[in-house]
């Protein structure tokens, strides 16, 4: 399997606050990724650098393609928050070729169903060599949940990498190869023995944190 | 994206409120009418033009894209310099055909302004105009740049208003071409309007300064961190 992303030795901080510090990651074409980590871990930094976004401090970004005199094609998103609320949600798809007959604006809508646009419009097509999501499921109620894990596989299968970062263990559980759980601005396999209690940890700490 | 696909990309996420698009429409209006029952008068409405467009280019860039909304454009581009140039282009482009209505206008009315607003001094008080409000509202919030701008003319004309004066731009000294620059690069509208003639040179200069910094904005465009920022 080739590998689609390649992160190395990558830091990157803002302002006095280290947010990476030497962070290594690969995804190679046809597995998915789980990112997972506290609230204010690093994750969205990370998806966005993974993007090309955001510019690291040190380190090197690389990506490669399926097509192999082309840059790779990424899909990234970043979740409904970064949808413009003021655009008609007909003309928005139809930028991408998605046809939803709504004469709504984005800010009309929940959050959940602005979501689920997102993705629709995302996840449309077939043609990527890396995609990106960040916290995916949020607000998508238990059949539309389905249908993105349902879409995450398809990507898969059509030889796409995926990188997902969530704090649903129980929906990454569906889709992911593996794990990576960033902590002090590292990412580290879980798959090592020792770091399943930690995770564990983390994840009921999230949780009760997001009940409160 | 291709380049069709970005500047549709740009126009469909409305960089210019509707309200400040149907102030251009009524200044365009007015404009051909005053032109059309005096021809000498187009300048008043190609002034007018020229303020609104000190607000309708500054339409921000950096903070709707650290919000996220140019994502789908930018995440993966091989750089951000075509897409940042179409964000100005679309930035600009409602203040510049609202331009060409009303040159056109004048020019078919026979006004003698008409050449010049078209390819000539007032034309590079447009271009001025369109590089400057755009380059410094990059990384401000939409018209942001325009009020600074007005401010700071407003400032000028209370505090030092010889300044503005033509008379006192052209006056004599070993900078005299650098003062009619900069003079022009923060006075555009002294290109408007029956002022005693400035040195081409000097108009040359400012529209080339003003072409430098858009192209400094756009190159810098590159290297900036476009991390997400909260709306709220």
Redo the contacts between chains.
């Keep these: 399997m080739k590998t689609r992303l390649e992160l190395a030795a990558v830091t990157k901080a803002?302002g006095r606050r280290q947010v990476l510090n030497q962070a290594w990651l690969q995804v190679r074409s046809g597995e998915t990724v789980g990112l997972i980590g506290a609230n204010g871990a690093g994750k969205?930094?990370l998806l966005?650098i993974a993007?090309?976004?955001?510019?690291p401090d040190g380190g090197s970004v690389r990506?490669s393609s399926m097509l192999d005199e082309r840059?790779?094609?990424?899909?990234?998103?970043?979740?409904e928050?970064?949808?413009?609320l003021?655009?008609p949600i007909r003309?928005?798809t139809s930028?991408?070729d998605v046809a939803i007959d709504d004469r709504r604006r984005l800010g009309q809508l929940s959050r959940g169903t602005r979501q689920l646009v997102g993705l629709r419009?995302?996840l449309s097509g077939t043609e990527a060599d890396?995609v990106?999501l960040d916290e995916p499921w949020e607000g998508l109620d238990p059949e539309w949940s389905a249908w993105l894990t349902r879409e995450v596989r398809r990507w898969r299968a059509g030889g796409a990498a995926v990188l997902i970062s969530s704090h649903r263990l129980h929906d990454l559980d569906t889709v992911c190869t593996r794990y990576l759980l960033l902590e002090d601005g590292r990412c580290q396999s879980v798959t090592d023995r020792d770091l399943r209690p930690r995770v564990d940890q983390l994840m009921h700490a999230v949780t009760r944190r997001g009940r409160a | 994206m291709n380049h069709v696909?970005t500047a549709?990309?740009f126009a469909?996420?409305?960089l210019h409120p509707p309200y400040t698009l149907l102030i251009l429409v009524a200044i365009v209006g007015i404009g051909i009418w005053t032109t059309s029952t005096s021809p000498s008068e187009l300048d008043s409405g190609l002034g007018m033009l020229l303020f609104a467009q000190m607000f309708l280019a500054s339409s921000g860039f950096l903070v709707?894209a650290r919000?996220?909304?140019f994502?789908?454009l930018?995440?993966?581009?091989?750089n951000r310099t075509g897409p940042v140039a179409w964000h100005w282009v679309v930035s600009v482009a409602p203040g510049v055909v609202g331009w060409m209505c009303l040159a056109g206008a004048g020019y078919f009315q026979g006004s003698p302004m008409a050449v010049s607003a078209l390819v000539g001094g007032r034309a590079a008080a447009l271009f001025i105009v369109s590089a400057l409000a755009w380059a410094a509202g990059f990384g401000l919030t939409r018209g942001a740049a325009g009020v600074a701008w007005v401010a700071v003319l407003f400032g000028l004309l209370i505090g030092r208003a010889d300044l503005l004066s033509p008379s006192s731009a052209l006056a004599a000294s070993g900078w005299t071409g650098l003062r009619h620059t900069a003079t022009l690069v923060v006075c555009p509208f002294l290109l408007i309007g029956s002022h005693p003639a400035l040195a081409p040179e000097a108009i040359f200069a400012a529209a080339l300064s003003s072409a430098v910094l858009l192209l400094i904005v756009l190159r810098l465009s590159d290297?900036?961190?476009?991390?997400?920022v909260?709306?709220a």
């Design positions: 803002f969205t930094t966005r993007a090309g976004l955001v510019l990506w840059r790779a094609r990424i899909r990234y998103y970043g979740g928050m970064t949808l413009p003021s655009v003309r928005w930028l991408f419009v995302l890396l990106l | 696909a549709r990309f469909t996420l409305s709707r919000r996220g909304h994502d789908p930018l995440a993966g581009a091989d290297g900036l961190d476009l991390y997400l909260d709306r």
